[in-house]
Nanobody
Framework: QVQVVESGGGLVQPGGSLRLSCVAS????????MGWYRQVPTKQRELVAA???????RYGDFVKDRFTISRDNAKNTVYLQMNSLKAEDTAVYYC????????????????WGQGTQVTVSS
């Protein structure tokens, strides 16, 4: 059974940066993507970024070149570098170890980490 552990969230001022990490353990599907979703209480969970084992990436429209996802297959780890953070980026960020990417949409697995809080505030 796959498990994931996220880290790296915290409080940052607008315009600042954070780097999230997610380590997956268990039987990892290296073909499908690993990635990040985020959620605020009043909205559905939304894709932030995903990356396949071969390095193909997908980003949410709101990212607009501010975030970069990377992956270390040997360590089953995915990173999310977030720059130019805005107040609206405040959310709980969740890692998913197995996201199927399709044209125009993606389907995450039912495995989620515990989430890491990102708060952007002055």
């Amino acid at each position: 059974q796959v498990q994931v552990v996220e880290s790296g969230g915290g409080l940052v001022q607008p315009g600042g940066s954070l780097r999230l990490s997610c380590v997956a353990s268990g039987s990892i599907n290296s073909v499908n993507a690993m990635g990040w979703y985020r959620q605020v209480p009043t909205k559905q969970r939304e894709l932030v970024a995903a990356i396949t084992g071969e390095g193909t990436t997908r980003y949410g429209d709101f990212v607009k070149d501010r975030f970069t996802i990377s992956r270390d297959n040997a360590k089953n780890t995915v990173y999310l570098q977030m720059n130019s953070l805005k107040a609206e980026d405040t959310a709980v960020y969740y890692c998913n170890p197995d996201i199927k990417l399709y044209d125009g949409f993606q389907i995450p697995s039912t495995t989620w980490g515990q989430g890491t809080q990102v708060t952007v505030s002055s």
